[in-house]
């Protein structure tokens, strides 16, 4: 069964630094994908970041990107010049390719971003 | 365009009792997903379905089941409540729920079995 873990329950940050968030996975599946979904407290998981694992280069998306070292099954997410709003949970997920249909989370970090 | 719709938004009931939670997916969009966000177990997978069919169960018991309609909209159900069923319920859509496709999820149903 695939797992996903997420070492740091809890992460704070300075508004307008640099912060990066860990996940771990574990499958022996070639095709699947990595994603990393935010939490805030009206409790709608937003998606932040996809990641192909086919796919060698990392994802970026504006201030957040990430670190995908697939041979170590390691999936970070990078939050460039942080902002009060990136205050959430934040969860990264597994999906196996083809007709799966469900996503595995890990079980969150939360992040707290400091004025 | 509308975002995924859940109702209740809260939701308190008894040990014993039966609960049904509501789901109304983003126009457009065939596949809902659910899951159970708990403290303790964090975010499981419930079930999956597209054009009215279950596609995917996860690993609860038959308490749990649920329905989707030929406009999308979803249900599901859990009979006999027991405490341990107190959690969030959220529900997601999308158009086919293809491995890379983003999942739009709804803002979830808190239920408390009392």
């Known amino acids: 069964a695939q797992t996903v873990t997420q070492s740091q329950p809890e992460m704070s940050v300075q508004e307008a630094e640099t912060v990066t968030l860990s996940c771990t996975y574990d499958?022996?599946?070639?095709?699947?994908?990595l994603f990393w979904y935010k939490q805030p407290p009206s409790r709608q998981m937003i998606l932040v970041i996809r990641q192909e694992a086919y796919k060698q280069q990392n994802a970026t998306e504006n201030r957040f990107s990430v670190n995908f070292q697939k041979a170590a099954k390691s999936f970070s997410l990078k939050i460039s010049d942080s902002q009060l709003g990136d205050a959430a949970m934040y969860f990264c997920a597994y999906r196996r390719g083809g007709s799966n249909y469900k996503l595995t989370f890990g079980k969150g970090t939360l992040l707290t971003v400091n004025p | 365009k509308a975002g995924v719709t859940q109702t209740p938004r809260y939701l308190i009931k008894t040990r014993g009792q039966q609960v049904t939670l509501s789901c109304s997916p983003i126009?457009?969009?065939?596949?809902v997903s659910w899951y159970q966000q708990t403290p303790g177990q964090g975010l499981q997978f419930l079930f999956e379905?597209?054009?009215?069919?279950?596609?995917n169960k996860g690993n609860f018991p038959g308490r749990f089941s649920g329905r989707q309609f030929s406009n999308s909209r979803s249900e599901m159900n859990v009979s006999t409540l027991e405490l341990g069923d107190s959690a969030l319920y959220l529900c997601a859509s999308s158009p086919q729920n293809l491995p890379n496709e983003k999942l739009f999820f709804g803002s979830g149903t808190q239920l408390s079995v009392l």
């Open positions: 126009s457009g969009h065939r596949s």
């Open positions: 499958t022996s599946e070639s095709d699947y994908y």
């Open positions: 379905y597209f054009s009215e069919t279950q596609r």
